[in-house]
Structure formats: structure tokens, C-alpha cells
């Protein structure tokens, strides 16, 4: 027993974090993501040791799955930023030993729900064991998860987005946290965080990619010294939401503004959701980036625009001073129903797409550029947990990502691609105009020589006018003297300029003003004006909705 006790307590010193693989799992003519009701799908016995997978549907809609253990059975789940509960559909997975209680739960997501009664059982995910983990036990659930073969969902988020513990909570217990938080609490010599990185190749039956709990990859350590993006709000916050500085789109900067209550005016509150597989954003924001393609146009029967396949569309994102560029292969991916067909994977929504929570859901098109290290906040002495912030990593070089959209899509790549930080006085800030100022500046720079002509002839005519006026004067001049031979006396001049009698000659003190063309246009709003104060969301009563 003695040698038990040390061995045990050996393993207790040792890191339990824990990095997971994944791979790409291609799943054929599945419907879009946003389709209707869920399909059960069989699939074989899980492995003991968790992978993270990743399927795609017809349009290479990705989404990722892991295995967590519930009851000494795995279960394959989605794994999910945006919300914050464990549910597992018992018609795809019968979990064993499972304290089932009468309380029963309704989650709603932005898309499908799931039913059931809350449960608790012993869970590990990533090698590490909690000895009671509630969950929801599904008897009924609608959601596209499930049509991807995952038995549920495994929410990544804070507990105050917790439906079950908030229900929990409502009985007078504190036993409804996440998995997450009791996996930080239950070991507490261990950092409070998760990375990952959902990075695609050019290969569509690979994607390279991990999952880590208290770890970084050894290929993407130096993320640690990259600045900390806090949460928006800072304090407290129920999702994993950032400020956007700005969007870039080619050469031009895209400025972006707010809905949400209390946030600043020049910013945008954006969730980062691994849940969501394209990226929701404001009209003018998809206008912008999809608007300018020649042959694109937005297709009302799908809801996205339609681009051309062989156009390189190269766009980047700038969170807190830096800046994080898109692959354009996720920017308008290929329709595998339709090769000669793609699609913007920006799809717009009005500003209140976060219910006043936030102004854009941004998915995996966006996150598989990006290395993303999401920290909870450390465990203070009373076990409260601290601010917590997200720090990320580009993944994506321009010029190489130019070299494989071509590759895949055909054409010739693109070089020198860059992007300089904006509006905070830290880079240079790159000018973006309207197409109607662009338009008058380039017709104005087409009739700039003959202008410049016209005043060239103008003071050439001034000059040899003045000097015919100087030479008639001197003669009037000389010959006056000589006719009157009265010494010292000149005769009379006019006190008034010529202009007065021939004003098209006029003196440079009396010359016609030229009136430029007006170049006062009117430029469109991206958003509506921030509304007023932010009031925090309260743990009673309406719970805010998960997004998935």
C-alpha cells in the first residue's frame, strides 16, 4: 500500500497537461451546417486515448471533435468556444454509472437544442480525471453536431454561460460547473489554459492541427511572449469575446464600430467560436470584402455570396496592435457539389446578431490561421478565478498562402502581400476612400494636364501682355518728353489697373478665382453608433443563449 501511495503521488507531481492530435475525417454529401434535423450515425468503438478529429460536410465546412470519457466510455464530442455545457445524446451513447437527477434542461443554441436531465458521473478528457462531472443526459436533441457523428458537445467556455449550472445553482448547489473549471480546480499546480490550432493544408483528407490543456506546442511556445487580448468585458465575462481593432482588405483598411452597449465606438466585439464553421459579420463588413470581386454577387437563396474560384481574395483582422491574415483557400471555399462554385465564408448578418452581446461570431474559417491560447485566469487564494485573456499567433504567411490558394485554385500567385498596423499610432495607418471618391480622384487626374495647361496659357498671355504695356508705356514716355520739352513732368497715369476696364487681364491681386470640383461626398456608415452604458448579465434569472 505504502508503494501505492508513492506512486500514486508521484503521477500527482507529474504535469497532467496533455496535447491531442487531430486528424481530418471526410464525411460526403452532408448537408451545410445550418441544415435542419440531426441523423443518428453509428460509429465504432472509441479509442482510450482522446483524438481530436475534424469532418467536413459538401462545402468543407469543418467542424472538431475529441473523445471524452464519461462513465470509462468515450464519447465523441464537438468541442465548442462558444458555449459552456457537457451533453451527450444517450441514444448514440449509453452512459454507465450515471447519477441521473429529476432536474431537467432545455439547451438552446444559435442553431438546434438538446433535452434532457441533468447527471453527474466520473469524466477525463485529456488524461485528467474529475470524480463528479455534471452533464446533460439528452433523450432529444436537434443539432447539425450530431449529423457529423458526434454523440454531443463539450462546451469550452465560462461556467456564467452554463445552463446546467445555472439550474444546479437554482437548487442550492455548487456542484454544475464545467469540465473545464473542475479540471483547473481539481489540479491546481497546473496553468489554467487551453491551445489550440485548427490549421487546414491544401490537402483536403489532412488537417494538421492540436488540441492542448495546460500546454502549447513546442512548435508554437514563443505565443506566451505575444501581447494578452483581454475579454470583453474584462471582468467576468460569459463568452470569449475580443475587440477587433480593424478588418483589412487588400491595400484598404475597413474601419469597424460596435453595437454592443459600453464597448468602445472604434472597435467591434467579436466572439471567437470554434463551434461556428464560417464567420458572421455586419452586411457592410461581407460588402467589403466580397463587394469589390469582379463577378461576385450576393445570392439571397443561400444567404452568402457567390465569387469567382480563381480570385484571390487576401483580407486580415488586427486585434490588440497585431495583425492576423486569413488563408484565402478559408476566405471563399471551393463547393465539393459544385467545383466550379465557391462561396463567401463571411456571411452577413445585421449587428444585432449577438443579441447585443456581440458583433460578430467568428468561426473556423477565421481560427484555423491562428494559434490561439485561451486563459481562464489564475485561482486566487479564495479560489475565484482572475481576468482571464486570449493571446494568438498567426499561422499564415501571405506570400506562401498566395502560392497554395493558386495552386489548388490555378493563376499566378501574388507577392509582397503585407498589412501595416492601424489607428493606433503604433504603424503606419493605410487610407481607405469610397468608390465614389476613388472614382472623381481618377477622372480628375484625367483632365489634371489639360488644367494645368490652361493655366500655363493664362500666364504666359499675363507675362507678354505686361511686357508690351511696359515697352508702349516707355515710348508714350519718351515721346511726351520729347513733344512738350517741360523738364521733370511726366504725364498723367491712370491710378486704376487694367483690370477695371479689361478684367479678363486681370492683376494677380484681382484674378479669377478657380472653384475646384467639389469633393465633398458623402461617405456610407459601416454601423450604427455604439448604444449606451454596458450592463452586465446576471447569474439569476434569463440565461443568454449559447452559440454553436
Not at 224 to 235: A, E, F, Q, R
Not at 380 to 387: L, Y
Request: charged letters at 15%; aromatic letters at 8%; glycine letters at 8%.
Amino acid at each position: 500500500m505504502k508503494l501505492q501511495a508513492l506512486y500514486l503521488a508521484a503521477l500527482a507531481a507529474v504535469s497532467v497537461a496533455v496535447k491531442i492530435p487531430f486528424i481530418q475525417s471526410k464525411r460526403p454529401n452532408l448537408h451545410r451546417r445550418s441544415g435542419g434535423a440531426s441523423v443518428a450515425v453509428s460509429h465504432p468503438s472509441l479509442a482510450a486515448a482522446p483524438q481530436l478529429l475534424a469532418t467536413e460536410s459538401d462545402v468543407q465546412d469543418l467542424i472538431y471533435m475529441a473523445n471524452v470519457s464519461l462513465g470509462g466510455v468515450g464519447a465523441l464530442v464537438q468541442l465548442d468556444t462558444g458555449s459552456s455545457d457537457l451533453w451527450v445524446e444517450n441514444t448514440l451513447t449509453t452512459i454507465p454509472n450515471a447519477n441521473t437527477t429529476s432536474q431537467v434542461c432545455n439547451l438552446t443554441y444559435g442553431i438546434g437544442w438538446a433535452y434532457g436531465n441533468i447527471s453527474y458521473v466520473s469524466a477525463e478528457f485529456a488524461g485528467i480525471s474529475v470524480p463528479s462531472q455534471a452533464f446533460l443526459d439528452v433523450s432529444s436533441a436537434q443539432n447539425p453536431a450530431l449529423s457529423y457523428g458526434a454523440s454531443g458537445i463539450l462546451g469550452l467556455g465560462f461556467d456564467s454561460l452554463s445552463n446546467i449550472d445555472a439550474y444546479v445553482n437554482s437548487s442550492g448547489a455548487s456542484t454544475g460547473r464545467t469540465l473545464l473549471y473542475n479540471l483547473f480546480h481539481d489540479n491546481p499546480s497546473e496553468p489554467n489554459f487551453i491551445a489550440f490550432s485548427l490549421q487546414s493544408t491544401s490537402d483536403s483528407d489532412q488537417i494538421s492541427g492540436s488540441f492542448a490543456v495546460g500546454e502549447t506546442e513546442s512548435a508554437y511556445s514563443n505565443i506566451t511572449s505575444t501581447n494578452k487580448i483581454p475579454t470583453w468585458p474584462v471582468n467576468s465575462p460569459s463568452r470569449w469575446n475580443v475587440l477587433l481593432d480593424s478588418l483589412f482588405v487588400g491595400t484598404s483598411t475597413i474601419s469597424v464600430s460596435t453595437s454592443v452597449q459600453g464597448a468602445p465606438s472604434n472597435k467591434a466585439v467579436v466572439l471567437l467560436d470554434s463551434g461556428t464553421s464560417f464567420t458572421y459579420a455586419p452586411t457592410d463588413v461581407c460588402q467589403a470584402i466580397y463587394g469589390g470581386v469582379s463577378g461576385a454577387k450576393y445570392d439571397s437563396s443561400l444567404g452568402q455570396w457567390v465569387v469567382p474560384c480563381d480570385t484571390e481574395i487576401d483580407i486580415a483582422l488586427q486585434f490588440d496592435n497585431q495583425i492576423f491574415p486569413i488563408h484565402p483557400l478559408d476566405v471563399s471555399p471551393q463547393n465539393s457539389g459544385d467545383p466550379s462554385t465557391c462561396v463567401g465564408s463571411f456571411i452577413p448578418q445585421s449587428v444585432s446578431v449577438g443579441a447585443g452581446q456581440f458583433d460578430w461570431l467568428v468561426g473556423d474559417n477565421v481560427l484555423r490561421s491562428i494559434y490561439a491560447l485561451y486563459d481562464f485566469g489564475d485561482f486566487d487564494s479564495s479560489g475565484n478565478m482572475g481576468n482571464p485573456y486570449i493571446q494568438m499567433l498567426s499561422l499564415v504567411n501571405p506570400d506562401q498562402a498566395s502560392v497554395e490558394f493558386h495552386d489548388v485554385r490555378g493563376g499566378t500567385p501574388l507577392n509582397n502581400i503585407t498589412y501595416n498596423v492601424s489607428n493606433d499610432g503604433s504603424g503606419s495607418t493605410t487610407v481607405t476612400l469610397s468608390t465614389d471618391v476613388a472614382n472623381t480622384i481618377e477622372k480628375l487626374s484625367k483632365y489634371l494636364p489639360a488644367i494645368l495647361a490652361v493655366f500655363a496659357l493664362n500666364a504666359l498671355i499675363l507675362v507678354i501682355l505686361a511686357v508690351v504695356g511696359i515697352v508702349l508705356l516707355c515710348r508714350r514716355s519718351k515721346k511726351g518728353s520729347r513733344a512738350r520739352k517741360i523738364p521733370g513732368r511726366l504725364s498723367a497715369m491712370p491710378m486704376n489697373s487694367t483690370a477695371a476696364r479689361y478684367p479678363d487681364f486681370a492683376s494677380p491681386q484681382q484674378a479669377h478665382t478657380y472653384e475646384p470640383v467639389s469633393m465633398a461626398l458623402t461617405e456610407d456608415t459601416l454601423f450604427a453608433p455604439p448604444s449606451p452604458a454596458f450592463k452586465g448579465e446576471s447569474r439569476s434569472g434569463d440565461r443568454p443563449k449559447s452559440v454553436a
